[in-house]
Nanobody, 114 residues
Framework: VQLQASGGGMVQAGGSLRLSCRTS????????VGWYRQAPGQQRELVAV???????NYADSVKGRFTISRDVAKNTVYLRMNSLKPEDTAVYYCNYRWRNVDYWGQGTLVTVSS
């Protein structure tokens, strides 16, 4: 499974970004697809995922600010990030989980300045 993430960049606090992750395989009948992030010196953590059935799960720290969505026809998952905070600064990784096996994209850097 190949994952191609894009959309990272630098933004001021309060700004918005949208990440995209295009997969080489269908996202319709899988365990989940979504986003994790890793800040310097920190462990990788879940940000938001969406299951094959369309259910979503968010980290408490991003609820109400981030929205995950998908386009099944395009094999693409999106993460809309609003009201960004400096603590959202991290490398964001696309994750594809199928039959309990994780596949990862190359990561895209999001930097939020205060």
């Amino acid at each position: 499974v190949q994952l191609q993430a894009s959309g990272g960049g630098m933004v001021q606090a309060g700004g918005s970004l949208r990440l995209s992750c295009r997969t080489s395989e269908s996202i319709a009948s899988i365990d989940s697809v979504g986003w994790y992030r890793q800040a310097p010196g920190q462990q990788r953590e879940l940000v938001a995922v969406i299951t094959g059935g369309g259910s979503t799960n968010y980290a408490d720290s991003v609820k109400g600010r981030f929205t995950i969505s998908r386009d099944v026809a395009k094999n693409t998952v999106y993460l809309r990030m609003n009201s960004l905070k400096p603590e959202d600064t991290a490398v964001y990784y696309c994750n594809y989980r199928w039959r309990n096996v994780d596949y990862w994209g190359q990561g895209t850097l999001v930097t939020v300045s205060s």
